[in-house]
């Protein structure tokens, strides 16, 4: 950035290089996750990688261990999501807690960073994409649920995130029952949250988790 300015006030005519959002977001990540432990590149066009950064999910004051990971896409806000109204932020990345990044997770995790540019519409806390099948083995759920991070890092990520002046929502991804979401269409999505809290919903995705509707 100063370099930048440098060359501004110098007057300089020789051109200024374009800003890397790619690597300026894997540095936000990095600032409050450390080094990703994997990292799955995508040769598309629109280029969204998946970090995958090792995660003891048991606080610190508390015994045992419960290591998953903490995956984050980078390449989806490098575009405004199509529609976006209100006080909503026209960026954003998702972030999927999980045991494995396997193949399948990622798979669905890209598909997921790619839809809104595809269907052109766009995600927000509380969006929900419903589909005719589960998309990962051992579970019956089939809608995915957007909320945003509760776990302290990844809320500052959410804070320090900004991408040409534009603010950018994680979204961590979340899958639902067809009777939880049956809930949230009826009562709204506070109802739903209240039994996330009361069923201790676990921060690692488990595809045998019950339905708590």
């Known amino acids: 950035m100063f370099s930048r300015l440098a060359k501004l006030m110098s007057g300089s005519s020789e051109p200024l290089p374009e800003i890397d959002f790619y690597r300026h977001r894997l540095a936000i990540y990095e600032s409050e996750l450390g080094e990703p432990e994997h990292s799955f590149t995508d040769s598309a066009e629109r280029r969204i990688d998946i970090h995958a950064f090792g995660r003891d999910f048991v606080p610190v004051c508390e015994e045992g261990s419960d290591e998953g990971y903490v995956l984050l896409t980078n390449g989806m ?28 997770v990622c798979a669905n ?66 899958l639902i029952s067809h009777q939880e979401l049956g809930l949230i269409k009826s009562q709204g999505l506070d109802p739903f949250l209240d039994l996330l809290d009361e069923n201790d919903y676990p921060p690692i995705f488990d595809p045998t988790r019950k339905s708590y509707v």
């Open 77 to 104: 806000s490098e575009q405004r999501m199509p529609g976006v109204h209100g006080d909503a932020k026209p960026r954003a990345e998702l972030m999927w807690y999980v045991r494995e990044p396997t193949e399948e």
């Open 109 to 174: 995790l890209r598909w997921l960073a790619n839809l809104p540019f595809i269907d052109t519409t766009w995600f927000g806390f509380g969006h929900r994409v419903a589909l005719p099948c589960p998309p990962v083995a051992g579970t019956d759920f089939q809608t995915f649920l957007f909320l945003t991070p509760i776990i302290g890092p990844d809320k500052q990520i959410a804070e320090a995130l900004e991408i040409a002046c534009d603010p950018v929502e994680i979204l961590t991804v979340n």
